[in-house]
């Protein structure tokens, strides 16, 4: 992955102050918008399985992300809970040796009609403008057209907010069905069943806008499942098509009890009496409930990922390794002073990572962050803090395939009167403060800074560090080049250290 790359795309997060967000109760959306319908892929498949080569290896599968934001760019998914929603979805694809890896930064989108959209149509249309060929696109956003979130076939996954938390299963469940898998109550979406009626045989459903491609036309919307039997007698042709997942006709979010199970007794067409498997992904069971594929789905799903999704699966691994240990802290910590408006935090490097997510925070909690920022580097400076507070701090190594624990919590007492001085007040002049692109630096020193090692820095607004040089200035004026062209326009931090204290100046980079 280009590093460069990472960090343009993550130059849109805001640093200061994250909220929690309100973004609805998941219990009053629809489980998935993904209605009855069967993979013509997968119809094939299962009439004439295809005898594909799998070795078994990890299929490392390309995601692009998509993260809707209302037209001013508030209400964005933010790193740590897009970190924690990726994470479970491969902890849940673990049995599978199917991991999911970012191929592409993270793509931020501003549109106040797509991050809450209320029709499939409105996705679609949002999939149809922004989609990245050669990755499976998956869009988050405060609105999914009223549901945890739903798969088009031919386009991508949209996914609620509400419901990508770090113990929810929706993000599993949708792309279960973008790699073929139907629900194993298929027929019965939209439906209610009833145990005071006679169990039907067959069921007709309606799946416009979910077929394979958007181009089928009437009547093909409508097709027929037939109720699947506990004894197995019809389960290669009645409802998902799949042995191992039994009968299940319950197209609701329903609880389980302690072996995984629905409350609610059904009873096939024959009379025979059976309850629900609320341990698979596929069915609507409540996400505490929800805990495996089973070994044909798994077949199924990396046997398509094998053939006409195989443009979505990298030749070789995309990382050096999977990151799980946690970063070390290095400074400040054990609540030593450290200044409002530059403290560098720093931590060592986690075996793998290539980025970390920082946050520091006034609560134990981190519910909300006076800092937050995504760096590939192993410090980060924190700036207009509060005064005289124990603030908390943390960081969460990640790369491309995998997302490391949060480290321990470090803490500082953040002070107003320290060794960081003004260029002014320090006796310096660094200029010009509005730079152009390409225009070195001009730094006149005071004597007593002069022919010692010094660390140059500078900062952007979000803390990320994106120059460093070790040097010593022997003359009054010097010159200091910057890589200025490779930097987008806005405000930036210049912080010179040495054993005198630091430096600090303001600049801003004009546009070319
Ligand atoms: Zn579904």
Same mark, same amino acid.
């Given at each position: 992955?280009?590093?460069?790359?990472?960090?343009?795309?993550?130059?849109?997060?805001?640093?200061?102050?994250?909220?929690?967000?309100?973004?609805?109760?998941?219990?009053?959306?629809?489980?998935?918008?993904?209605?009855?319908?069967?993979?013509?892929?997968?119809?094939?498949?299962? @009439?004439?399985?295809?005898?594909?080569?799998?070795? !078994? *290896?990890?299929? =490392?599968?390309?995601?692009?992300? $998509?993260? #809707? &934001?209302?037209?001013?760019?508030?209400?964005?998914?933010?790193?740590?809970?897009?970190?924690?929603?990726?994470?479970?979805?491969?902890?849940?694809?673990?049995?599978?040796?199917?991991?999911?890896?970012?191929?592409?930064?993270?793509?931020?989108?501003?549109?106040?009609?797509?991050?809450?959209?209320?029709?499939?149509?409105?996705?679609?249309?949002?999939?149809?403008?922004?989609?990245?060929?050669?990755?499976?696109?998956?869009?988050?956003?405060?609105?999914?057209?009223?549901?945890?979130?739903?798969?088009?076939?031919?386009?991508?996954? @949209?996914?609620?907010?509400?419901?990508?938390?770090? !113990? *929810?299963?929706? =993000?599993?469940?949708?792309?279960? $069905?973008? #790699? &073929?898998?139907?629900?194993?109550?298929?027929?019965?979406?939209?439906?209610?069943?009833?145990?005071?009626?006679?169990?039907?045989?067959?069921?007709?459903?309606?799946?416009?806008?979910?077929?394979?491609?958007?181009?089928?036309?009437?009547?093909?919307?409508?097709?027929?499942?037939?109720?699947?039997?506990?004894?197995?007698?019809?389960?290669?042709?009645?409802?998902?098509?799949?042995?191992?997942?039994?009968?299940?006709?319950?197209?609701?979010?329903?609880?389980?009890?302690?072996?995984?199970?629905?409350?609610?007794?059904?009873?096939?067409?024959?009379?025979?009496?059976?309850?629900?498997?609320?341990?698979?992904?596929?069915?609507?069971?409540?996400?505490?409930?929800?805990?495996?594929?089973?070994?044909?789905?798994?077949?199924?799903?990396?046997?398509?990922?094998?053939?006409?999704?195989?443009?979505?699966?990298?030749?070789?691994?995309?990382?050096?390794?999977?990151?799980?240990?946690?970063?070390?802290?290095?400074?400040?910590?054990?609540?030593?002073?450290?200044?409002?408006?530059?403290?560098?935090?720093?931590?060592?490097?986690?075996?793998?990572?290539?980025?970390?997510?920082?946050?520091?925070?006034?609560?134990?909690?981190?519910?909300?962050?006076?800092?937050?920022?995504?760096?590939?580097?192993?410090?980060?400076?924190?700036?207009?803090?509060?005064?005289?507070?124990?603030?908390?701090?943390?960081?969460?190594?990640?790369?491309?395939?995998?997302?490391?624990?949060?480290?321990?919590?470090?803490?500082?007492?953040?002070?107003?009167?320290?060794?960081?001085?003004?260029?002014?007040?320090?006796?310096?002049?660094?200029?010009?403060?509005?730079?152009?692109?390409?225009?070195?630096?001009?730094?006149?020193?005071?004597?007593?800074?002069?022919?010692?090692?010094?660390?140059?820095?500078?900062?952007?607004?979000?803390?990320?560090?994106?120059?460093?040089?070790?040097?010593?200035?022997?003359?009054?004026?010097?010159?200091?080049?910057?890589?200025?062209?490779?930097?987008?326009?806005?405000?930036?931090?210049?912080?010179?250290?040495?054993?005198?204290?630091?430096?600090?100046?303001?600049?801003?980079?004009?546009?070319?």
């Amino acid at each position: 992955m280009k590093r460069a790359l990472l960090l343009l795309l993550l130059a849109g997060f805001s640093h200061a102050p994250v909220m929690a967000q309100v973004e609805g109760d998941k219990n009053a959306l629809h489980p998935c918008g993904t209605p009855a319908g069967m993979d013509p892929w997968l119809r094939k498949y299962l @009439a004439t399985p295809i005898d594909v080569h799998d070795s !078994n *290896d990890t299929l =490392w599968t390309a995601l692009q992300i $998509h993260l #809707l &934001a209302r037209n001013d760019g508030t209400g964005r998914f933010g790193p740590d809970r897009m970190l924690d929603a990726f994470h479970r979805l491969n902890e849940d694809f673990a049995q599978t040796g199917i991991r999911f890896y970012f191929k592409h930064p993270w793509n931020l989108l501003n549109s106040s009609l797509w991050f809450e959209h209320d029709s499939v149509v409105q996705g679609r249309e949002m999939m149809f403008a922004n989609n990245v060929p050669g990755a499976l696109n998956v869009y988050f956003m405060a609105r999914a057209a009223g549901n945890c979130g739903y798969n088009l076939p031919y386009a991508g996954i @949209a996914m609620a907010h509400a419901c990508s938390g770090p !113990n *929810d299963h929706t =993000w599993a469940h949708e792309m279960g $069905h973008a #790699l &073929a898998l139907p629900h194993p109550f298929l027929g019965w979406e939209g439906k209610q069943y009833n145990p005071d009626l006679p169990t039907p045989d067959t069921l007709l459903y309606d799946y416009t806008h979910f077929h394979a491609d958007p181009d089928t036309i009437v009547p093909a919307p409508l097709d027929t499942a037939l109720v699947e039997y506990v004894d197995g007698r019809n389960c290669t042709i009645a409802a998902d098509r799949i042995c191992d997942t039994g009968p299940d006709y319950l197209s609701y979010r329903w609880p389980c009890n302690a072996q995984g199970q629905s409350n609610v007794q059904q009873r096939d067409p024959a009379g025979e009496p059976f309850f629900s498997d609320g341990t698979l992904f596929m069915s609507y069971a409540a996400d505490n409930c929800q805990r495996r594929f089973t070994p044909q789905q798994i077949q199924i799903m990396r046997t398509r990922l094998l053939t006409d999704r195989a443009h979505w699966v990298a030749p070789a691994a995309p990382v050096t390794g999977l990151v799980v240990q946690a970063a070390q802290l290095v400074a400040p910590i054990n609540s030593a002073p450290s200044p409002v408006n530059a403290t560098v935090l720093q931590w060592r490097a986690a075996p793998n990572a290539t980025h970390y997510l920082v946050q520091a925070s006034k609560v134990g909690s981190f519910g909300i962050r006076d800092f937050e920022a995504v760096v590939s580097d192993t410090f980060a400076l924190a700036q207009n803090l509060t005064p005289n507070w124990n603030y908390f701090w943390r960081v969460r190594a990640f790369n491309a395939a995998s997302v490391g624990p949060y480290s321990a919590s470090g803490r500082f007492l953040s002070t107003a009167v320290s060794a960081v001085q003004t260029a002014g007040e320090a006796g310096w002049s660094i200029y010009p403060t509005l730079l152009s692109q390409g225009t070195p630096l001009v730094v006149e020193t005071p004597e007593h800074w002069r022919g010692q090692p010094l660390t140059l820095s500078v900062f952007d607004a979000a803390g990320r560090l994106l120059f460093r040089q070790e040097r010593a200035f022997f003359s009054e004026r010097e010159w200091v080049p910057l890589p200025t062209e490779k930097w987008a326009a806005g405000a930036y931090f210049f912080l010179c250290a040495g054993s005198p204290g630091i430096v600090r100046q303001p600049l801003l980079l004009a546009k070319p």
